[in-house]
């Protein structure tokens, strides 16, 4: 009877000792799906995303506002506009036809490409950025001649459209060259 007995307590022990593993799997797997949502609710990771999105366009937006093409003059300035809101996209249809002629007449064409950058403030609920870009401008000339390159420092405004964040504000900052 004793042996019975042993074996009885042993089978109650195995089946104790499944349900206490199966309820701490059950908890942990409660728990790593709260953290789960936790980890989705998160507003800092909104907006680091959100940023990453503003520092893109903005890449973006600085290389095109530095570049024309002689020979796609047009072109290039109807993606300035596109690239713009705000009061720097009316200075740009303002001077549209002015700059059009320029490069008409010059027949130079520079290509812009964002080295660096950086988003130094952004506000989601208003939708404004600010960032700043280091730009490598090349510059080929009408002869087609040998190409020069500058260096440029921005300061870009950024506005969020429905189209997605453009440029609202584009200022050059000197560039220390000693």
């Known amino acids: 009877m004793r042996g019975l007995w042993s074996r009885a307590l042993g089978v109650l022990r195995g089946r104790a000792a499944g349900r206490i593993v199966l309820a701490a799997a059950v908890l942990f797997a409660a728990w790593g799906g709260w953290s789960y949502w936790q980890a989705t609710q998160d507003e800092a990771i909104d907006f680091g995303a959100e940023r990453d999105r503003v520092l893109a366009a903005g890449k973006r937006t600085v ?19 596109d690239a713009s809101t705000g009061a ?33 403030q952004l506000d989601v ?6 960032m700043i870009a280091m730009v490598r401008v090349e510059v080929t000339p009408a002869s087609g001649g040998g190409a020069t390159t500058e260096r440029k420092r921005f300061e870009a405004g ?7 964040w453009k440029l609202q504000s584009l200022t050059a900052i000197p560039v220390n060259t000693s």
């Open 158 to 164: 950024l506005a969020r459209t429905p189209e997605g």
């Open 125 to 130: 609920r208003a939708g404004t950025a600010r």
């Open 88 to 120: 720097l996209r009316t200075d740009l249809e303002r001077a549209r036809q002015q700059n059009l002629q320029r490069v008409r007449q010059l027949r130079t064409s520079t290509r812009g490409t964002v080295t660096d950058a950086a988003v130094t």
């Open 63 to 81: 290389a095109v506002l530095n570049t024309v093409d002689a020979a796609q003059a047009d072109r290039d300035l109807r993606a300035w506009l």
